[in-house]
């Protein structure tokens, strides 16, 4: 043994370092060491010195300011290793949120912000085609009362001391509810003004009419009128049951206004209006294929058509939203008297959908692959739409060519577009399904890039011929979905593989693997517990 005057022997660097797999710790000190050890002095009567008391670096420290108590405190907390100092808190930089507001859900924020967004929208939006008295005094009265409910339900949970949930309930559903029984008033008025002139020639319009403001109240009102997770209520059964109830309810009146119009439509044509006929019906095929994809999924629950489906909903409410400043050609006037009325219910639908609810009863999913599977079913509505489309072109060349307004040019045009919006939908598809990874990928988003400038230049042409606004027939939905695909397929990153590497043929597979179970599943009547399995 070496003399104990040098130090014990494991402190010495030819034994720390003789082994590296045997640490110093490992091993016990002798009776010397333990001795050598007790006969240091002691220090721990010494007292350090005073180190300056520092500011944190994001703070201002006036150079006058003598009084240490004066200058803020800082954490001198050590780190386990007993000489890095540990990292201050960062002060905030945004007003502090009150306790009972931080238990509020973002997803029951979206769902308020969208709601107000629509009721507001609706005071600066028509309403109806014609003044009907003291009854627009009702809508309007009954809007405010709406919108200003929803931040009244803020205000009264964010208070130091919060009022009691069910005062907070009730606030919601005595905003909401007038508005509600107002707009679906409305409807069945136009309804009963409508059945008397079903028939007849209306060159100076319905009776009454429902605008763009009737949807979006409906859709407000349906938002907002649902109870939040931070007013006490927990979706159970019974709230899960009535969401799906409303649901069929909702598709049942949607299907009753396709009825109506089916009737009005042939006793036109009957009454010697066949080019008008032919126009309305062309227009109602579109409008039907765009609701019963979104009330089908919303009733069947599978979970990729009802992201998508509720995604195509929210677009078209936000489209309503802005229909002052796009003029859209769905979100026109309508009534039962002239044409489909649509529009409200399928918005209404779509409120429902996203309710709590609702949204509890899917199985939902957002992996990487599920992109893959988003734009696979964005190339199947974009062909069924645009399918659906061509059909109704092609009636619109025959009611050109029998009215003789010389637009005939035009449509055919237009039928060419549509066939070319087809094509490259199926196509789209048959990549992401057949394809390798790589060229499933690189040929998809191409043929999104070629939908996009198919759907610009018809738009460009149908803007320039008859100031048409974009739509499904006029290319505005082919503009959508060939950004649609090309963000799907291009911005997620693909799924890592063992060695942490992506792996976008891993990522088309279990996309591929997943789409078959869903198809099979969906064949035999059990779309909603395909995702389950998947």
């Known amino acids: 043994m070496k003399d104990s005057q040098q130090g014990p022997e494991w402190e010495t660097e030819e034994e720390i370092f003789a082994d590296p797999h045997v640490r110093h710790t490992e091993k016990l000190p002798t009776r010397d060491e333990i001795a050598q050890y007790a006969l240091r002095p002691d220090t721990s009567a010494q007292e350090p010195p005073a180190l300056p008391k520092a500011a944190p670096a994001n703070v201002f420290v006036d150079p006058d300011v003598e009084d240490e108590a004066e200058l803020p405190d800082i954490d001198r907390q050590r780190a386990r290793s007993g000489d890095t100092p540990s990292v201050p808190a960062p002060l905030p930089r945004f007003a502090v949120i009150p306790a009972p507001l931080k238990v509020i859900s973002r997803w029951d924020i979206a769902r308020d912000a969208l709601a107000f967004a629509c009721l507001f929208s609706v005071l600066i939006s028509s309403y109806t085609w014609r003044e009907v008295g003291y009854r627009e005094i009702a809508v309007l009265i009954t809007t405010v009362l709406a919108l200003l409910s929803i931040p009244a339900c803020y205000l009264a949970h964010g208070k130091m001391r919060p009022v009691p949930l069910r005062i907070a309930r009730t606030i919601r559903y005595v905003g909401q509810l007038p508005l509600l029984v107002v707009t679906l008033g409305y409807i069945g008025y136009d309804l009963f003004r409508s059945l008397p002139v079903l028939f007849s020639p209306l060159p100076a319009g319905p009776p009454v009419g429902l605008s763009v ?294 990522m088309f597979a279990d996309a591929r693997r997943r789409w078959v179970l869903v198809v099979r599943d969906c064949g035999k009547g059990d779309c909603a517990e395909a995702q389950e399995e998947a």
């Open 213 to 506: 403001g009737v949807a979006l109240a409906l859709a407000g009102t349906l938002l907002a009128l649902e109870t939040r997770g931070n007013e006490g209520m927990v979706p159970g059964e019974r709230q899960k049951s009535l969401a799906r109830a409303t649901i069929l309810v909702l598709t049942g009146l949607f299907t009753a206004s396709l009825g109506v119009f089916l009737v009005m439509a042939v006793g036109r044509a009957v009454q010697g209006e066949p080019e008008y006929a032919l126009a309305v019906f062309a227009h109602a095929l579109v409008a039907l294929a765009i609701a019963g994809v979104i009330c089908v999924s919303a009733i069947n629950r599978q979970p990729s058509w009802f992201v998508f489906s509720a995604a195509a909903g929210g677009l078209l409410l936000l489209g309503a939203v802005a229909d002052n400043s796009l003029r859209l050609a769905y979100a026109a006037p309508s009534s039962y008297a002239i044409n489909l009325v649509w529009l409200p219910w399928v918005c209404a639908v779509f409120a429902v959908m996203v309710s709590r609810s609702y949204v509890r009863t899917v199985k939902l999913t957002f992996g990487k692959s599920d992109w893959v599977l988003y734009a696979l079913r964005t190339a199947e509505y974009s062909l069924l739409l645009h399918a659906v489309g061509f059909v109704a072109a092609l009636i619109l060349l025959v009611r050109s060519f029998l009215a003789g307004d010389g637009y005939t040019g035009l449509w055919i045009f237009t039928l060419l577009f549509l066939a070319l919006a087809v094509y490259l939908s199926r196509y789209a598809h048959t990549a992401m399904l057949t394809f390798d990874a790589d060229r499933a990928r690189s040929h998809a988003v191409g043929a999104g890039v070629a939908l996009f400038s198919a759907g610009f230049v018809s738009v460009i042409v149908h803007t320039v011929a008859t100031q048409a606004a974009a739509g499904v027939i006029t290319g505005g939905l082919a503009l959508l979905v060939g950004i649609a695909i090309g963000l799907m397929l291009t911005v997620p990153v693909p799924i890592l593989d063992e060695h942490g590497a992506p792996d976008l043929e891993l």
